[in-house]
């Protein structure tokens, strides 16, 4: 949807009757959050933490675990899945809670994947690959439907589609 149409609708929405009732909520909120790296060295040799703003984590990351063996420490590609992984199951427990159906629990891992050649480095790809255990009010049969639905309302996967291949895989267990 284009945000043009989004802030109009937003527009007619605040003059409409219904604007009282919402008044008590004031505006739609907007948030951000922020990642620091403080890099200390050349790509090669130098290394950091990414720090999240919000405390919630502090990651090292170097050049050499990004393009090799990790050694424990994150890359952005790593971080890159982490946000799609979270972001798709909150959409897809969202979508399956406007269908009056819900799962017990749902186990999603998001595979990011990129090329490294001469002209540097390529993200390519996000594989979401989505497990759902008690699944309520849907058919199994209907659940790789609703899966790749939720993934068109993730804002991870909106902010990604365009610049990699995005795909999904969906069973219950």
């Known amino acids: 949807m284009p945000i043009f149409w989004m802030h109009r609708k937003v527009a007619e929405f605040a003059t409409s009757e219904r604007a009282c009732a919402s008044e008590k909520r004031g505006p739609m909120p907007t948030f951000e959050r922020h990642v620091d790296v403080d890099w200390k060295g050349s790509v090669m040799e130098g290394k950091s933490e990414a720090r999240a703003g919000s405390g919630a984590f502090s990651l090292p990351v170097t050049f050499p675990s990004r393009i090799g063996d990790a050694n424990g420490k994150t890359s952005p590609e790593?971080?890159?899945?982490?946000?799609?992984?979270?972001?798709?199951?909150?959409?897809?427990n969202g979508t399956l809670?406007?269908?009056?159906?819900?799962?017990?629990?749902?186990?999603?891992?998001?595979?990011?994947?990129?090329?490294?050649?001469?002209?540097?480095?390529?993200?390519v790809s996000s594989k979401l690959s989505v497990t759902a255990y008690g699944l309520k009010g849907i058919d199994a049969s209907q659940f790789a439907e609703v899966a790749k639905e939720a993934e068109g309302r993730c804002p991870v996967s909106n902010a990604y589609r365009g610049t990699m291949q995005i795909t999904v895989d969906a069973k219950v267990g």
Do not use: N, W
């Open 78 to 92: 790593e971080l890159m899945a982490a946000a799609h992984a979270a972001c798709y199951a909150m959409a897809l």
């Open 97 to 123: 809670g406007r269908k009056s159906a819900s799962a017990d629990r749902t186990v999603v891992r998001a595979t990011v994947t990129a090329d490294k050649g001469d002209a540097g480095i390529k993200i």
